[in-house]
């Protein structure tokens, strides 16, 4: 999984042209791990100002509008992928555009025994 963590901030201040450029960009990355074969899934996430965060305690549950956290980078999407190896994985991230401006991280999705 390659988690996309950037500056909201930053993307509000582009201009329209300069965010078209990094949408164009992210639009021919996709369309290059889709033709690979290493492309899961993936999508871009509404902004945190967007969110609602669901907390249960003593049976009771909490929801607060917006992130749980104040952040310097925020969770804007990810690329669900499939590759043969870390190496592999991590050649992909450091080929999203955000990873220019942003950071990756990259985890493994864990797996469970069906048995």
Do not use: H
Not at 10 to 30: H, K, L, P, V
Not at 37 to 48: E, F, I, R, S
Request: proline share 3%; charged share 25%; net charge negative.
């Amino acid at each position: 999984m390659c988690l996309i963590y950037d500056d909201e901030k930053i993307w509000q201040g582009m201009s329209e042209d300069d965010r078209n450029a990094a949408f164009g960009e992210y639009g021919a990355f996709t369309q290059s791990i889709q033709e690979s074969g290493n492309m899961v899934a993936g999508d871009a996430l509404q902004p945190t100002s967007t969110a609602t965060t669901v907390r249960v305690r003593d049976g009771e549950t909490l929801m607060t509008d917006g992130p749980f956290a104040e952040t310097k980078e925020q969770l804007g999407g990810y690329y669900l992928i499939n590759a043969k190896d870390a190496d592999e994985a991590l050649a992909i991230a450091a080929r999203i555009p955000s990873a220019k401006y942003g950071s990756i991280e990259v985890r493994p999705v864990m797996v469970f025994d069906e048995g």
